[in-house]
C-alpha cells in the first residue's frame, strides 16, 4: 500500500500563502505521477495540479495558474504545493494522490493511493 499524509494547510486571509506538503511511504515514490486535488464546500472534488515522477512534466487547472506550483522531494518521499495570492475561493479540503490509471492525468478515477486531506480556509 502507498500511505500518503497531507500537512501544512490552515485558516489565512485572502492574499497570503501557504505550502501544502504531502509525505509519501510504502512503495517506490518516484516511479508515482502524483495530483493534487481539492473539494470545496458545497462543491464537487476537482483537479488542482499534477507532477510526473521526474518532476519535470506539470499541468495546473485554469483556476490556479500562475498563483499554485507543484514539486517534488524525492528524496524525501515528498510533493508539496506552493500556494500564493490565495482566493476565499481556494477554501477547500486538499488531498494529495498517486496515479495509478492509465487515464488522463488531471481525472481522479485515475489515482487510486489517496491522503486523509488537509484544511485550508481562506477568508476575505
Known amino acids: 500500500q502507498v500511505h500518503l499524509v497531507e500537512s501544512g494547510g490552515g485558516l489565512v486571509q485572502a492574499g497570503d500563502s501557504l505550502r501544502l506538503s504531502c509525505a509519501a511511504s510504502?512503495?517506490?515514490?518516484?516511479?508515482?505521477?502524483m495530483g493534487w486535488f481539492r473539494r470545496a464546500p458545497g462543491k464537487e472534488r476537482e483537479f488542482v495540479a499534477t507532477?510526473?515522477?521526474?518532476?519535470?512534466?506539470?499541468l495546473y487547472a485554469d483556476s490556479v495558474k500562475g498563483r499554485f506550483s507543484i514539486s517534488r522531494d524525492n528524496a524525501q518521499n515528498t510533493i508539496y504545493l506552493q500556494m500564493d495570492n490565495l482566493r476565499p475561493e481556494d477554501t477547500a479540503l486538499y488531498s494529495c494522490a498517486a496515479y495509478t490509471g492509465g487515464g488522463n492525468y488531471f481525472l481522479a478515477e485515475s489515482y487510486r493511493y489517496w491522503g486523509q486531506g488537509t484544511r485550508v480556509t481562506v477568508s476575505s
Open positions: 510504502g512503495r517506490t515514490f518516484s516511479s508515482y505521477h
Open positions: 507532477i510526473s515522477g521526474s518532476g519535470d512534466y506539470k
